[in-house]
């Protein structure tokens, strides 16, 4: 059964394209963030740290984050999609060292800085993927083939 499958150029690359999201890595950013309860608070924060006081230490001593004591603010690298759409859009725009303006989230103000930016990466299909696209499209269709033969075979039992 699985002898007669053929997978088409155009088939392989129509299955890459809708799933560009598996071969390509988006842009991240190394980031963070103060948590405030006011947006006096986190302006008071944000001007100590354009002052000249690191960002870590403000963070540490008046974060209503938890993990700030501990982390100082650090969000690790963020990838479009894992924050509230305000604050993404906040952090996505800043330059690295930037300090933005307190943003309000969910009640609380947050005050975000980005240390580093990691490119994005668009991978085009190599060789190798577009050979493990050809044998995953020929996976599904030998499938949909053996559902089919036995939903058939099913069908034509005498129970």
Do not use: C, H
Not at 70 to 79: A, I, M
Not at 147 to 158: I, R, V
């Amino acid at each position: 059964m699985r002898e007669g499958i053929e997978v088409s150029d155009y088939d392989i690359q129509s299955y890459a394209e809708r799933n560009a999201s598996v071969y390509n890595q988006p842009e991240r950013r190394q980031s963070r963030y103060i948590v405030s309860a006011t947006e006096t608070e986190a302006l008071a924060a944000a001007g100590r740290v354009q002052a000249g006081e690191s960002f870590v230490d403000v963070a540490r001593q008046v974060s209503i984050d938890p993990l700030a004591p501990k982390n100082g603010g650090n969000l690790g690298l963020v990838s479009p999609g894992q924050l509230a759409p305000a604050l993404e859009e906040v952090i996505f725009s800043l330059e690295v060292g930037q300090i933005s303006a307190p943003v309000n989230v969910a009640d609380k103000w947050y005050v975000a800085t980005v240390e580093a930016v990691q490119a994005g990466q668009e991978q085009l299909p190599q060789e190798e993927i577009l050979a493990d696209i050809e044998e995953i499209i020929a996976d599904e269709e030998f499938a949909s083939r053996w559902k089919e033969l036995m939903d058939g075979l099913y069908a034509d039992a005498e129970l």
